[in-house]
């Protein structure tokens, strides 16, 4: 079972959609929770943390479910630069220092 | 100036080549990693250091060797390498444990021949 899991896509929408992306990830005692970008053929940047209580940060909403270990992205009101592939990353503590990463869902949002 | 800078940011290497790659990060963090991206799977962490120690080696083999001679550099030494190893190697770092922002390269791409 891979550590932390996410549908690859791609999500194919029309600008002003509203999408949502989940993540399932294996390690209960993992402690940390992020979203990060990845534009084509780009670094990854972090986009968002999660927090227990969800957050959000404008047009992106991030929710965690601990008991069902998956996280969620909502993106409201897309727009064409928000085309790339969203990264699900965990910190699985058990003394582990580096992050875990999903595979990465590929969203293209389209005129 | 970007945080993180890794060089080359491309490479083409025969199979019994040795070449580095170099990563160097002006954020004043305490810790850096290597990463490798292979088309359609999920970054692997190869090394980790932190304080200039290497504190992570995710059975990485013994034809990658890394170094890092002090905070701000790290690098990845290759030799025999094989085609499978053809991937786009980022290098990552962080001020402590990764709860917090990880700041990445733009990476090396390697094509091994």
């Known amino acids: 079972r891979k550590e932390v899991e996410q549908d690859p896509g791609p999500f194919n929408v029309p600008e002003g959609a509203t999408v949502a992306f989940n993540c399932t990830y294996s390690?209960?005692?993992?402690?940390?929770f992020f979203w990060y970008r990845q534009d084509c053929r780009k670094e990854p940047k972090l986009l968002m943390s999660?927090?227990?209580s969800g957050n959000e940060d404008g047009r992106f909403t991030a929710q965690l479910n601990r008991a069902s270990q998956y996280i969620s992205l909502l993106i409201r009101d897309s727009k064409l630069s928000d085309s790339a592939t969203y990264l699900c990353?965990?910190?699985?503590?058990?003394?582990?220092?580096?992050?875990?990463f999903g595979s990465g869902t590929r969203l293209q949002v389209q005129p | 100036e970007t945080g993180v800078t890794q060089t080359p940011r491309h490479l083409v290497m025969g199979m019994t080549n040795k070449k580095s790659l170099k990563c160097e990060q002006h954020?004043?963090?305490?810790?850096m990693y290597w990463y490798k991206q292979s088309a359609k799977k999920p970054l692997e962490l190869m090394f980790v250091y932190s304080l200039e120690e290497r504190v992570e080696n995710n059975s990485v083999p013994s034809r990658f060797s890394p170094e890092c001679p002090n905070s701000s550099h790290l690098f990845l030494h290759l030799h025999t390498l094989q085609p499978e190893d053809s991937a786009l190697y980022l290098c990552?770092?962080?001020?402590?444990?990764?709860?917090?922002?990880?700041?990445f390269g733009q990476g090396t791409r390697l094509t091994v021949v």
């Open positions: 990353v965990v910190n699985e503590g058990r003394g582990r220092r580096a992050l875990t």
């Open positions: 954020l004043g963090h305490n810790a």
């Open positions: 390690n209960s005692a993992s402690q940390s």
């Open positions: 990552a770092s962080s001020q402590g444990a990764m709860n917090t922002e990880a700041f």
């Open positions: 999660v927090y227990s």
